[in-house]
């Protein structure tokens, strides 16, 4: 219970961990597709005061493990062949290419920027008329409104020189892989809170009825994810397999239709490799033709060939929930967040980082 | 990166131009800059979710307060502090 001190209410905490505890007589397997989820259970030390008989394994939900090394490569490329302003967040940068990481070309002198938002790069773009800005826009649904904003807003500026290297995954068709992939048998989702915040409720219920697998829509916070993991659990309890919402105070059942209309201008739906797992069809969003001008790839007909990923790193298998991180061989050993061999050890949302800070010596 | 953090709108002006809606909100003792095109219904007091500068949705007082504090106990507002100080470029 060492983690319990840092919980906001510990009483409410401990009442559903009492009620797991009662409901729970069965193995299960949850999966929670969000790194933000991933992190918040390892960092509060949730999976060791979960009933034994509840097993979560953690999505891929992490944007920043799931970019290809190919992207990076071709984002490194650009900075430092094409001495574009390469603009992208804080945690893409150190993320290691096949041959280094966007934090080693700045090293080297190519102009690489830490920002905030990608609202930030399009000011750069404005104050540098005479450099080429590119931000590379990687995420989930969340993020996609601010980085198709930020097309809109050049364009309306009538700017020539900003352009965003896309890699946009989605979470329904990595949900159905996962369960396709069948090695992981996962039998209930804790779904992502502020994907959902976005997308709303309406591209999930297909995959309940088809696979008849049990979701539950959840926050990020202790309390909202054991909130979550009761209300799967007792949908499995009973057989059933519902679409529930546990973070309704955030999420609508339609979303955000105003964020939509902003990712329906820029984007449209492409198949999109996922670094670690592979191709999936139909899982990514690609700059639109019609804006061919601020996509990146077009722009600077960027082509690299691609390089082999590190053989011993597993995060593939990680990120489909099938290992643990702590059962890859270089865990802990040639892999820290320091030294990183696979992006999953690189952002905070990966699996891999949060059991080596927060839970290593109590999860392994 | 993919968090969303609940703060208030202190104040609201139109950039771009004067097209489009954006706020100073207020994390804590942090201010921000986001964009409200995603939230036309928001004004100045409200709470919003803002995830890498653009408000997603309309939170209410007391659930912002909430996840904010978890979020400062935690320590996830330090990377939001760190992320503020925009990365210099090299020396040109
Ligand atoms: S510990 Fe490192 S090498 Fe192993 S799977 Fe995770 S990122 Fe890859």
Redesign the interface.
Known sequence: MKYLS?F?DPEVVEHYLEELHKVATRPWTIMEI???QTH?LV??GLLNLLPKQITMVHGP????CVTPLNLIDKAVYLAEEKGV?LCS????IRVPGSSRSLLEA?AN?A?V????????AVKIAQEHPERQVVFFA???E??A??NA?SVL?AR??GLTNYSILASHVLVPPAMEAVINDGEAQIQGFLAAG?VC??MGLEEYEPIVQKYHIPMVVTGF?PVDLLQGILMTVKQLENGEAKLENQYS??V?ANG?P??RK?IEQVFEVSDREWRGIGNIPLSGWEVKASLADFDANRKFAISIAKASECADCIAGQVLKGIKKPFECSQFGKGCTPITPLGAPMV???GACAAYYHFAEADVA | MCLAIPGKIKSIEFQYDGTVRMAKVLFGGITKEASLEMVPDAKEGDYVLVHVGVAISIVDEEEARKTFEYLEEIGEIDELVASSQLDRPNPL
């Open positions: 840092e906001r969000c790194g933000g918040s960092k509060n939900g992490c944007p920043v302003i967040f804080g945690d893409m700045k002198g102009d920027r830490i920002l905030y938002s990608p609202l930030e990687v995420g989930f969340t993020t409104p601010a904003l807003h309306r500026l502020h915040t976005i916070e105070r955030v609508k955000n105003e964020a902003v952002s905070s949302e």
